[in-house]
């Protein structure tokens, strides 16, 4: 009995062993496997958030890029401005997510130097077409350097430093990275936050009205008093925000006469809370065949051109288009109590919060939440 119990005990043990085998080593093994893998096939590990300094040189192009505050960048050079930081973000992750397709070995220890090994001008990279200098919060630093395409026109060459190797990318990783200031710097027309917005007021050639918040509620303010359509405020505001500069013209303009803006006849302002002064988007001169403005931010001593049509329809919205004319502006969720009064008599209706709607006048019942539902959605677009 006890030969049996003990026989029992030892296959009982190793099929727990075996079962662990599997579960550790070719369940949860397999992944850490495809991860390591996955990693090794990468060009480059390390988070893009941990990145202070960029610099991008081609023989047409001389980026420095430094990082200001966490998602906050800055151009240094060729000119300091505001960086876009969605393009960097892109930029970086490209760099982070770029796998390998070939690897040319120096040798099988990989001791020898680059430059003994292979001859650098048969792929390009005695002088490279891009260099990419990344540096990390820790003061680590990853030089990259861009060559010929491979015969094929379908990857590159690149070098990177402390390792001897030729590395093949893919050549859609080379056009992710070949990047020019225009396009890894902010070209917002105006710098703000539509949230931010307290007011605005537009004078285009056919447009002249303002509007304010007044008390959590959008209000025209002339050429007359009325209430403003929340929606289209917020359009309009969103619209302005996403605004992009086409052509940067001058960094430093000293004769706004030449554009049409030493006295500009078109602006829009906009007033922002914890700001003393408000932001004014300045209009000149319409120029290349009517398909551009020349334009100006009163914060910034640049002149840009921007899109016409942009003025002409996106932010030209008719002051009847953001008048709002319902009699009444309410939410029907915010609706507790309704009396009517009719020439047949009074009919009141209470809702207490969370439950359903009842009369208490003439008679006290339970009303039809339907039908009292559907008499404040009339209301509201009477």
């Not at 496997?33 to 096939?41: C, G, I, M, P, Q």
């Not at 929340?230 to 001058?250: G, M, Y």
Request: glycine share 4%; net charge negative; hydrophobic share 35%.
């Amino acid at each position: 009995m006890k030969n049996r119990f003990n026989g029992t005990y030892i296959l009982i043990m190793i099929t727990i062993i075996l079962l662990s085998f599997v579960y550790f080593y070719e369940i949860r093994g397999k992944d850490e496997r495809e991860k390591e893998k996955e990693s090794a096939d990468r060009f480059l590990i390390f988070e893009p958030d941990s990145v202070m300094f960029i610099e991008l040189e081609s023989n047409k192009s001389h980026v420095v890029i430094e990082r200001t505050s966490p998602g906050k960048w800055k151009l240094t050079h060729p000119v300091e401005a505001p960086g876009d930081s969605k393009a960097i973000r892109s930029l970086l992750e490209s760099v982070t997510t770029t796998k390998i397709i070939r690897t040319l070995s120096a040798n099988e220890n990989g001791n020898l130097a680059r430059n003994k090994e292979f001859d650098l001008s048969e792929f390009g990279l005695d002088h490279p077409k891009i260099f990419l200098d990344i540096t990390l919060s820790d003061q680590q630093s990853y030089e990259l350097s861009f060559g010929e395409s491979n015969p094929s026109q379908t990857a590159i060459y690149a070098l990177k430093s402390l390792s001897p190797d030729i590395f093949l990318l893919p050549e859609t990783f080379f056009k992710e990275v070949n990047k020019k200031a225009f396009q890894l710097r902010d070209r917002s027309v105006l710098l703000f936050q539509a949230a931010d917005a307290t007011g605005f007021s537009i004078h285009l050639s056919d447009v002249k009205y303002s509007c304010y918040n007044i008390i959590g509620q959008w209000q025209l303010t002339s050429p007359f008093r009325a209430r403003a359509k929340h929606d289209q405020v917020k359009n309009f505001l969103e619209d302005l925000k996403n605004a992009q500069i086409k052509v940067f013209v001058e960094e430093e303009a000293d004769d706004l006469s030449l554009y049409g803006l030493d006295d500009p006849e078109q602006t829009i302002t906009v007033s922002l809370r914890d700001r003393e002064r408000p932001i004014v988007l300045q209009i000149g001169d319409q120029v290349d065949g009517k398909e551009h403005v020349y334009a100006k931010d009163s914060t910034r001593p640049m002149v840009f051109k921007i899109d016409a049509e942009l003025i002409r329809e996106r932010l030209n919205i008719p002051v009847d288009q953001i008048e709002d004319k319902r009699l009444l502006n309410f939410f029907s969720y915010h609706i507790g109590h309704i009396l009517l009064t009719l020439r047949a008599g009074k009919f009141e209706f209470n809702k207490p919060e969370y439950l359903d709607w009842r009369m208490s006048q003439p008679d006290s019942i339970r009303a039809d939440n339907g039908r009292v539902d559907s008499l404040l959605t009339t209301l509201r677009r009477a």
